[in-house]
């Protein structure tokens, strides 16, 4: 196992588009995290999945992005009609549930997003 | 929302210097974590500790933890200039998702 793969790596895409990205974690992991961070700030919370249930969502997380994670496996998280605040690294991470107090998370490199 | 500050915000130091990072939190915590971030890279773990321990070590590094001032601090001793990265705590509660502080941005030169 390779850790946490995340893709694309940097998408630059028009304003108004809509964009996919892909997140594999660990395969004994259950629980999957997404994070947005901007420049010189802290990861920001956006969701997380216990298996295939999506249990909390930010208040961050406008109706234009949706995340799924279908059969618990890899997740998707979605922007639709981008704007130019959506520019950020997004970071997807992983755990084992309960045991992540032993082991904190394992981070993906990230997709960088820039909205022109 | 992020959970509290950290301190300082940039930090740097003379290879072989040591490096203490502080953070405070706000509200009461399961554990709290630090992680490592190479500029435009994931973050990366570095260690735990709990809420009822006061002081965990890892190699070069050292947390503490003070629950009724609701704080921690990081130190890394003998610092090399791969140190060179953001670090950051991050505080998880009974529902397990993590709340980052704003980092600290630490340089260490050869």
């Known amino acids: 196992d390779t850790g946490v793969s995340q893709d694309p790596r940097h998408k630059i895409t028009k304003r108004g588009q809509n964009v996919t990205f892909r997140c594999d974690p660990i395969s004994e992991h259950n629980r999957l995290y997404w994070y947005r961070q901007t420049l010189g700030q802290g990861p920001e919370f956006l969701t997380y999945?216990?298996?295939?249930?999506?249990?909390?969502k930010s208040r961050l997380l406008s109706d234009r992005f949706s995340a799924e994670r279908p059969k618990g496996s890899f997740s998707t998280l979605e922007i639709q009609r981008t704007e130019q605040g959506d520019s950020a690294m997004y970071l997807c991470?992983?755990?084992?549930?309960?045991?992540?107090?032993?082991?904190?998370?394992?981070f993906g490199s990230g997709t960088r997003l820039t909205v022109v | 929302s992020q959970q509290g500050e950290e301190d300082p915000q940039a930090l740097s130091i003379q290879e072989g210097e040591n490096a203490t990072m502080n953070c405070s939190y706000k509200t009461s915590i399961n554990n709290l974590q630090w992680y490592r971030q190479n500029s435009g890279r994931g973050l990366v773990h570095l260690i735990l500790?709990?809420?009822?321990?006061r002081e965990k070590h890892s190699g070069r590094l050292r947390v503490t933890l003070d629950t009724s001032k609701k704080s921690s601090s990081l130190l890394i001793t003998a610092s090399r200039a791969a140190d060179t990265a953001s670090y950051f705590c991050a505080t998880s509660n009974q529902g397990g998702k993590l709340i980052f502080g704003q980092g600290t941005e630490l340089s260490v030169k050869p």
């Open positions: 991470a992983s755990s084992r549930g309960r045991e992540e107090a032993n082991y904190g998370y394992t």
């Open positions: 999945f216990q298996n295939e249930a999506q249990l909390e």
């Open positions: 500790i709990r809420s009822n321990e």
